[in-house]
């Protein structure tokens, strides 16, 4: 990316997808943290709320939680898909403000968070995930419940680990991750 410019994005952060996850009240808490540092640094930040049959537009469970509202001025970006760069506006939102390197948050860490940064990867931007502003649900695959630490450790350790040319990959906590560069 030619582009140096840094975006909050807050991902999923809705009523009806942290009513199972782990320390969603904390993690919200850290979440309007961070977007206040951001706002206070004149950091754009962008959000993303998920619409599908369990989360229908406008409804109880699509809204934002409770402490999270964007601003006039702060894009509100709608998906299907995990990867919020999926048949949306993300990109337009990030180009048009010079954005190359991004700063995430949300839920859930193994889905729609993961996705989106992987993807952010591969088209080049340098990507943070805040570590503590993050979070998801146990699962359970083939049998076997995960909880939802163990789920939050691995993504940690996925996506700090991911290398690609020319890629800057940060993990921090809310109140340390670099804004601005």
């Not at 809705?14 to 961070?34: F, I, K, N």
């Not at 630490?149 to 906590?173: C, K, N, W």
């Amino acid at each position: 990316m030619s582009t140096s410019a840094t975006a909050v994005l807050v991902i999923d952060m809705q009523v009806g997808v942290l009513e199972t996850c782990l320390d969603a009240a904390g993690v919200t808490r850290r979440v309007a943290a961070l977007v206040e540092r951001a706002r206070a640094g004149s950091v754009p930040v962008i959000w993303v709320q998920h619409v599908d049959a369990d989360l229908p537009h406008g409804s109880p469970a699509w809204q934002l939680a409770p402490g999270l509202a964007p601003r006039p001025d702060e894009p509100v970006v709608g998906k299907s898909f995990s990867d919020a760069f999926a048949g949306t506006t993300l990109r337009a939102e990030l180009d048009a403000r010079g954005v190359g390197r991004l700063v995430c948050a949300g839920a859930q860490s193994d889905y729609c968070v993961g996705a989106t940064l992987q993807r952010a990867a591969v088209e080049g931007y340098a990507i943070a995930l805040v570590a503590d502003a993050h979070t998801t649900e146990d699962a359970c695959f083939a049998g076997v419940t995960i909880d939802a630490r163990q789920i939050i450790a691995h993504t940690h350790r996925t996506l700090g680990s991911l290398r690609r040319p020319g890629v800057e990959v940060e993990l921090a906590t809310h109140d340390t991750v670099a804004l601005k560069l």
